[in-house]
């Protein structure tokens, strides 16, 4: 019997795998979403570095002036990776984690070894923290222990997948701390070394990279030692892996610690504050100041302002000529001296300007063909209109060129001027120039406008007086290299030049120098306030225009600080200081300004006078080759002119006694208030001459005023053992009127003309006395006051 061949055994079956790997796909896809959707629900707490941040200013080298904290107090300074040097970059990453550019946010090997270490010693040894767990500590601390590690570590986790590196290392660099306020490399960079963070060198950058290990213990200003130990451990491990160089170690290693005091910068601070308040929410705002020159002349200032009262603050702006921008701003003499008003920013504050207008009077007035350099004008007492100025030191000079009465800031003859090109002309041509000028409320442009009667800003002045050597341009101050360059015509160049070069050659100041580098002679003026509130000094060349201001804030006066000796001095140290590139020569004159000779006292060219009529000849500068006739003076009818006269002999005869034998002859007149100044010679060929005695009826109009109460030539002494000083009571016989009594130039009183005028003579000496009425007429007294016995 057959049987069935037996079936082959069949092997187990295996077990499925996909269904394990569907169950792993699962399982990790379900923490995949689980970790998505914690990290929506528990997002890390990304810093807003834009909100964050510092506002800088810097000047234009980029160095910083001042610092504004953000709204937690935090200096920040923003820096990018690319502007940070590639040597901190090196020393940080090989110190605190030199495989950041691989892991994911932690560094599980680095996390086996500190293990591993901590319990073969009991201690902590070695850390495993990364970067990115460092900058999750910073922008979220966490507690101690393994909890707060964990979280920790989460979030780095977190930054690797919302940032990329580049982005994380920026973090650090501008959140890692420094010590006090300071966060960030930039920061710290400038606050303990004074450079920018692409500038360290191989210490300072070993220095900075250890430095937010312990910011308090090591910070370089107080504990130098500390940080020197701590620095060379970062050089130790960067030789070690052969980052740098045994030699570049070993000078790194030679390297002293040194570090400025922490400070955060305050240089141009009323300055820096105007242009954050400009630009809200900038965080960096470039400005045109040099860093150098800022600090030199604060320094200089801030030694300067204790030589003078209480309560006196001072203002210094420079301005570069050639494009505009702002070199140094000083709004006040020291920033954080609140007994000097420091806060208060004087560039800005509207003040009483002297005489610093006066330049623009002149220059306007030779625009508008009424005068040039050499014009004759008289500095007299005069009425315009009840307007009656007097001079600084209450004396009179009589004839004067338009350029001496400008270099000697003489106040009549620029109010003469004024009157004659209009005060409500002058201001509107000032405003549209960039100088605008506050009147008190209700008043209207006057006379007094150029004496100080108005009030102005140090920055418009400066920019006005840069004109001058502009080509009569008046740009508006750029505070910023970003600033457009704005500029409106003030004068002509002509004319411009023609200013210019009459403050160039002005006298000097108290002390008979004025700096003089490279020949670059500043054109200046100096100007003083009524009540000595304000004393001022403008000057400039093509390449610098330099403006002081010096005075008490709150307004109260400052007796004896005037301009010349209290604001120019801080001129001409200031450019002492100046680099050699604002030393800049004078300019030539334009094709449209030349030199010739004119003829006082018409004003004409000397060529186009006949030389009988040429009583003084001067050189004057003429622009477009006119030379304006003379002005008349106030209360005469014509300017001065070429008068024809009956002579009999040595007298003159009128009307109804003339005899028919009288000579014609031609004379060219001086005005009337030019008479007590002139030589006897000037006064024979350039007054009328006198009338004859029997013209008694037509004399009497024309007579000179007679002064009695002493003789001419007579001599006066003190009674012999009396201290007081020998006294006189003149009066002037045919006077009308009011009368000013000058003694050697000098207005001693305006009394009516009935009145006598008593005066004590304090000094011996020949004493020169002119009445003078409101008929413009005079009378002359000559006497000798002899010493005590």
Same mark, same amino acid.
């Given at each position: 019997m057959s049987t069935a061949p037996a079936r082959a055994q069949q092997p187990p079956p295996r077990p499925a795998r996909w269904p394990r790997l569907r169950r792993l796909a699962w399982a990790t896809l379900a923490l995949l979403l689980l970790a998505l959707l914690l990290d929506r629900l528990f997002p890390p707490p990304l810093p807003d570095l834009g909100n964050d941040l510092a506002t800088v200013v810097t000047a234009r080298d980029g160095r910083p002036l001042r610092a504004f904290p953000d709204r937690e107090g935090v200096w920040r300074l923003p820096v990018l990776v690319d502007a940070v040097s590639p040597l901190y970059l090196e020393a940080l990453l090989t110190y605190e984690d030199r495989w950041f550019w691989r892991h994911p946010g932690v560094n599980p090997l680095a996390a086996l070894r500190a293990l591993a270490q901590g319990l073969r010693h009991g201690r902590v040894v070695s850390g495993a923290s990364t970067l990115t767990m460092q900058v999750a500590r910073l922008i979220e601390p966490q507690s101690?222990? @393994?909890?707060?590690? /964990?979280?920790?570590s989460l979030r780095a986790l977190q930054l690797e997948w919302r940032l990329d590196k580049?982005?994380? @290392?920026?973090?650090? /660099?501008?959140?890692?701390?420094?010590?006090?306020?300071?966060?960030?490399?930039?920061a710290a960079s400038w606050a303990y070394l004074g450079k920018p963070a692409n500038q360290l060198s191989h210490a300072e950058a070993a220095l900075l990279a250890v430095l937010p290990q312990s910011p308090s213990r090591l910070r370089p200003d107080r504990h130098p030692q500390r940080a020197r130990e701590a620095r060379d451990k970062v050089l130790q491990r960067l030789a070690d892996f052969a980052v740098w160089s045994a030699a570049t170690v070993a000078d790194a290693r030679a390297e002293n610690v040194v570090a400025r005091s922490l400070a955060v910068p305050q240089s141009a601070a009323l300055l820096a504050a105007r242009l954050r308040g400009q630009h809200p929410g900038q965080q960096r705002i470039d400005s045109s100041i040099d860093h150098d020159l800022q600090l030199r002349l604060e320094a200089q200032l801030g030694a300067w302002i204790e030589r003078l009262p209480p309560r006196t603050s001072a203002a210094v702006l420079v301005l570069d000529n050639r494009t505009a921008e702002v070199r140094a701003y000083l709004g006040s003499a020291r920033f954080a001296d609140d007994a000097r008003y420091g806060h208060l920013d004087m560039v800005q504050a509207w003040r009483s300007p002297g005489s610093t207008l006066k330049p623009f009077v002149y220059g306007l007035a030779i625009d508008a063909g009424s005068v040039h350099s050499a014009s004759l004008l008289i500095d007299a007492p005069q009425d315009f209109d009840g307007y009656r100025p007097d001079n600084f030191d209450q004396r009179f000079r009589g004839p004067v060129s338009l350029g001496e009465a400008l270099q000697q800031s003489l106040n009549v003859p620029a109010v003469a001027v004024l009157q004659q090109l209009?005060?409500?002309?002058?201001?509107?041509?000032?405003?549209?120039a960039g100088l605008p000028l506050r009147l008190p409320s209700g008043d209207r442009p006057n006379l007094s406008l150029v004496l100080g009667g108005t009030e102005v800003r140090l920055q418009d002045l400066v920019a006005a007086y840069a004109a001058l050597h502009r080509e009569g341009r008046a740009p508006l101050p750029r505070f910023r290299p970003a600033d457009p360059l704005e500029e409106r015509r003030l004068l002509s160049p002509g004319a411009a030049w023609i200013i210019a070069e009459l403050l160039r050659s002005a006298p000097d100041g108290n002390d008979g120098r004025f700096a003089q580098l490279s020949g670059a002679r500043l054109a200046h003026k100096t100007g003083t306030s009524y009540g000595f509130r304000d004393s001022w000094a403008v000057g400039g060349n093509a390449g610098v225009t330099i403006g002081v201001w010096v005075g008490r804030p709150d307004g109260t006066p400052s007796p004896g600080q005037f301009g010349a000796i209290t604001a120019l001095p801080v001129l001409q140290a200031v450019q002492a200081s100046l680099p050699g590139e604002y030393q800049q020569p004078a300019q030539a004159h334009p094709d449209s300004v030349g030199e010739a000779a004119i003829c006082w006292p018409l004003g004409a060219h000397a060529d186009a006078t006949q030389a009988e009529h040429c009583h003084r000849r001067l050189d004057a500068w003429l622009l477009e080759g006119a030379a304006p006739l003379t002005l008349a003076p106030a209360g005469e009818a014509q300017p001065p002119s070429v008068q024809r006269f009956l002579m009999d002999g040595a007298v003159q005869r009128v009307g109804a006694c003339r005899r028919g034998t009288e000579v014609e002859e031609a004379r060219a007149l001086w005005p009337r208030l030019a008479a007590p100044w002139l030589s006897g010679d000037e006064r024979r060929r350039g007054l009328p001459p006198a009338l004859a005695a029997d013209c008694a009826g037509a004399r009497a109009a024309l007579a000179d005023l007679q002064i009695t109460g002493a003789r001419e030539g007579s001599r006066i002494r003190a009674p012999r053992g009396s201290a007081a000083a020998p006294t006189l009571s003149l009066k002037a016989a045919g006077a009308s009127g009011e009368v000013r009594w000058l003694v050697n130039g000098r207005l001693f009183a305006t009394v009516p003309a009935e009145q006598s005028?008593?005066?004590?003579?304090?000094?011996?000496?020949?004493?020169?006395?002119?009445?003078?009425?409101?008929?413009?007429?005079?009378?002359?007294?000559?006497?000798?006051?002899?010493?005590?016995?």
């Amino acid at each position: 019997m057959s049987t069935a061949p037996a079936r082959a055994q069949q092997p187990p079956p295996r077990p499925a795998r996909w269904p394990r790997l569907r169950r792993l796909a699962w399982a990790t896809l379900a923490l995949l979403l689980l970790a998505l959707l914690l990290d929506r629900l528990f997002p890390p707490p990304l810093p807003d570095l834009g909100n964050d941040l510092a506002t800088v200013v810097t000047a234009r080298d980029g160095r910083p002036l001042r610092a504004f904290p953000d709204r937690e107090g935090v200096w920040r300074l923003p820096v990018l990776v690319d502007a940070v040097s590639p040597l901190y970059l090196e020393a940080l990453l090989t110190y605190e984690d030199r495989w950041f550019w691989r892991h994911p946010g932690v560094n599980p090997l680095a996390a086996l070894r500190a293990l591993a270490q901590g319990l073969r010693h009991g201690r902590v040894v070695s850390g495993a923290s990364t970067l990115t767990m460092q900058v999750a500590r910073l922008i979220e601390p966490q507690s101690p222990g @393994l909890l707060g590690k /964990l979280r920790q570590s989460l979030r780095a986790l977190q930054l690797e997948w919302r940032l990329d590196k580049r982005e994380i @290392l920026a973090l650090y /660099l501008n959140y890692a701390p420094f010590g006090g306020p300071i966060e960030g490399v930039q920061a710290a960079s400038w606050a303990y070394l004074g450079k920018p963070a692409n500038q360290l060198s191989h210490a300072e950058a070993a220095l900075l990279a250890v430095l937010p290990q312990s910011p308090s213990r090591l910070r370089p200003d107080r504990h130098p030692q500390r940080a020197r130990e701590a620095r060379d451990k970062v050089l130790q491990r960067l030789a070690d892996f052969a980052v740098w160089s045994a030699a570049t170690v070993a000078d790194a290693r030679a390297e002293n610690v040194v570090a400025r005091s922490l400070a955060v910068p305050q240089s141009a601070a009323l300055l820096a504050a105007r242009l954050r308040g400009q630009h809200p929410g900038q965080q960096r705002i470039d400005s045109s100041i040099d860093h150098d020159l800022q600090l030199r002349l604060e320094a200089q200032l801030g030694a300067w302002i204790e030589r003078l009262p209480p309560r006196t603050s001072a203002a210094v702006l420079v301005l570069d000529n050639r494009t505009a921008e702002v070199r140094a701003y000083l709004g006040s003499a020291r920033f954080a001296d609140d007994a000097r008003y420091g806060h208060l920013d004087m560039v800005q504050a509207w003040r009483s300007p002297g005489s610093t207008l006066k330049p623009f009077v002149y220059g306007l007035a030779i625009d508008a063909g009424s005068v040039h350099s050499a014009s004759l004008l008289i500095d007299a007492p005069q009425d315009f209109d009840g307007y009656r100025p007097d001079n600084f030191d209450q004396r009179f000079r009589g004839p004067v060129s338009l350029g001496e009465a400008l270099q000697q800031s003489l106040n009549v003859p620029a109010v003469a001027v004024l009157q004659q090109l209009g005060p409500a002309r002058f201001a509107a041509r000032l405003e549209h120039a960039g100088l605008p000028l506050r009147l008190p409320s209700g008043d209207r442009p006057n006379l007094s406008l150029v004496l100080g009667g108005t009030e102005v800003r140090l920055q418009d002045l400066v920019a006005a007086y840069a004109a001058l050597h502009r080509e009569g341009r008046a740009p508006l101050p750029r505070f910023r290299p970003a600033d457009p360059l704005e500029e409106r015509r003030l004068l002509s160049p002509g004319a411009a030049w023609i200013i210019a070069e009459l403050l160039r050659s002005a006298p000097d100041g108290n002390d008979g120098r004025f700096a003089q580098l490279s020949g670059a002679r500043l054109a200046h003026k100096t100007g003083t306030s009524y009540g000595f509130r304000d004393s001022w000094a403008v000057g400039g060349n093509a390449g610098v225009t330099i403006g002081v201001w010096v005075g008490r804030p709150d307004g109260t006066p400052s007796p004896g600080q005037f301009g010349a000796i209290t604001a120019l001095p801080v001129l001409q140290a200031v450019q002492a200081s100046l680099p050699g590139e604002y030393q800049q020569p004078a300019q030539a004159h334009p094709d449209s300004v030349g030199e010739a000779a004119i003829c006082w006292p018409l004003g004409a060219h000397a060529d186009a006078t006949q030389a009988e009529h040429c009583h003084r000849r001067l050189d004057a500068w003429l622009l477009e080759g006119a030379a304006p006739l003379t002005l008349a003076p106030a209360g005469e009818a014509q300017p001065p002119s070429v008068q024809r006269f009956l002579m009999d002999g040595a007298v003159q005869r009128v009307g109804a006694c003339r005899r028919g034998t009288e000579v014609e002859e031609a004379r060219a007149l001086w005005p009337r208030l030019a008479a007590p100044w002139l030589s006897g010679d000037e006064r024979r060929r350039g007054l009328p001459p006198a009338l004859a005695a029997d013209c008694a009826g037509a004399r009497a109009a024309l007579a000179d005023l007679q002064i009695t109460g002493a003789r001419e030539g007579s001599r006066i002494r003190a009674p012999r053992g009396s201290a007081a000083a020998p006294t006189l009571s003149l009066k002037a016989a045919g006077a009308s009127g009011e009368v000013r009594w000058l003694v050697n130039g000098r207005l001693f009183a305006t009394v009516p003309a009935e009145q006598s005028f008593k005066h004590a003579f304090e000094k011996p000496g020949v004493q020169d006395i002119v009445a003078i009425d409101d008929s413009a007429r005079y009378g002359r007294l000559q006497i000798e006051v002899l010493a005590a016995e």
